[in-house]
């Protein structure tokens, strides 16, 4: 470029003077001009882009790749235009299948979790004397709601235990909100399915622990107030103080399952809400209703279905696993292992699947219409349309975890932005309290009062969430900077996505429910000294980044405190060492160096 702007004309002796600008015939007749100039544009304008950081998080600035082959329509001749058509056509039904089979594997997983665990949260939730704990009854909630993969489960084991007056609406509240929390362990696992590439890891997991950012907002907000002044408890028994007793005759519709069923019902039938409703009767030595003979009984009761022939004998229902004579922990570790392989294959055959539709001019399309506003004057109305339609989606699949775990690969291919995922999420939190409401609604009448009311709490404790943290723009970005923040602390060591799961919805219960039991003034004292910890933590950063030439010199930056307790890079050196040499961990040393420079915004 440099060489041809000189005005050197082809052929001539370097030496001699040459004329400042080409004559027009050469200009005119030079096939390699328009090359050249196309080569300058793009440098100045790639010049252009790289003197801007870029944005990580936005995804309209992505560059899309071109198909190589790409001929326009008009030239394409009818048998190209033939193959072109099922070509499409093709992949629609490829993608079509890997998401039915993601939604299954999805199901098995559940019925995994439950084989393994169900039968201990039940008797979880007989402890009813530890319940008037607050943060025990949120983390006992998120506990139960990870080992039964389910939030409707969890509520239905909180309504038979107010039922059997073992409970209270009260404590029933804190429950509630953990089961709000665990739910979202789902698609945090779904979005570890794309940790090969770093800028998809980045974007999926961001999108999926928008949700928990979220949720564990409100539950900082909620949990003290509910505790002090009781708000949810009060409305939603002003709510239903004068509901009719009728019950709902529409109101049993699970619209996925009626896809799913014929296939999963195939390998695996579940019968868990009435064994663990009866084991947490019957095991409750506070409870009118305990009896030691039916609490053995039923804890030694398996919780895959049980068939029975005209003379109540029981026999194998025809499903998969009820001809392998397993227990429920074996079956549970088998479907497991087979449910993880399943999803896993699925999540990339959906991913190189959506790749390969989605490129270049389509891919640029939709993300501008996904990802953009609506038109002035309702711009401000978008949030509230996507938020709509998470709730409408979530109604008709009858789960949130299925619905946010099928949008997680989208966000990390940069087809949904973070800022589009939020309202989703908060639209499929308002949709998943539907399911239980239908179920309520077609309770027994002794009992739908109850059942409607702590489906009411659910709905209240969502709503007044997002009254909270969407419509002021600034309460908005805090769940978003937050999801950011551990999406770029994922890419930078994708091991956290690993340690933030164990951490937060397996360690952090466990260890407050142990202490708990242990002794209430530690517990006092611990979650104390946790909480100034975090206040403390949270006010330096903000004086830091706001006010950091009033601060003393020591205070200014965390240089002060050992690496240790300030960088995750000692730990990542550490596993690296460790476990870096085996080839099932290799992606620890990919990329990292590269990583640490690229954080985002």
Known sequence: ????????????????????????????????????????????????????????????????????????????????????????????????????LFICSLTFLSAAFQLLG??????????????????????????VTVLVQSSSTSTSIIVAMINAQILQIRPAVNLIMGANIGTTVTNTIVSMGQSIDRKQFRRAFAGATVHDCFNWLCVAVFLPLEYFLHPIEWLSEKIVHNMSDSPSEDSDQDFIKIITKPFTDKIIRMNIKKVLASVTKYCTESSEAYNAAECKKWRDTTLMKQCKDVDEN????????SETGMNDTWCGLLLMLISLVMLCMCLMGLVKTLQSMLLGRVAGSLKKYINSDLPYPFKWLTGYLFMAIGVVFTFLLQSSSVFTSTLTPLVGLGIISIKRMYPLTLGSNIGTTTTAMLAALASDADTRKVSIQIAVCHLLFNIFGILLFYPVPYARRIPLAGAKMLGNTTATYRWFAI????????????????????????????????????ISIVLLNVLQKYAKKHLPPVLQTWDFLPVYFRSLEPYDRLLISTFGRFKCCAFLNANNSVAAKDTGK
Not at 53 to 64: A, H, L, S
Not at 127 to 135: Q, Y
């Open 499 to 534: 340690a933030y799961l164990i951490l937060v919805f397996l360690i952090s219960p466990l260890l407050l429910l142990g202490l708990s039991l242990l002794n209430y003034i530690v517990f006092i004292i611990f979650i104390s000294l946790v909480f100034i910890l975090v």
């Open 118 to 143: 169900g039968k201990s949260a039940g008797q979880a939730f007989s402890t009813g004397s530890i319940m008037s704990n607050p943060i025990v009854g949120l983390m006992l909630g998120v506990l």
């Open 1 to 100: 470029v440099s060489t041809q702007s000189t005005g050197e004309v082809e052929g001539t002796d370097p030496g001699t003077p040459q004329p400042t600008r080409r004559s027009s015939y050469v200009r005119m007749n030079d096939p390699n001009l328009a090359t050249r100039k196309t080569s300058v544009a793009s440098s100045r304008k790639l010049g252009r882009r790289s003197s801007t950081k870029e944005d990580v998080w936005d995804v309209t600035m992505d560059i899309e790749e071109e198909d190589d082959d790409y001929v326009p329509w008009e030239e394409k001749s009818t048998k190209m235009k033939v193959w072109a058509v099922s070509w499409v056509i093709l992949r629609i039904l490829f993608a079509i299948l890997f998401i039915y």
């Open 314 to 321: 029981i026999v194998k229902c025809g499903f998969l696993f």
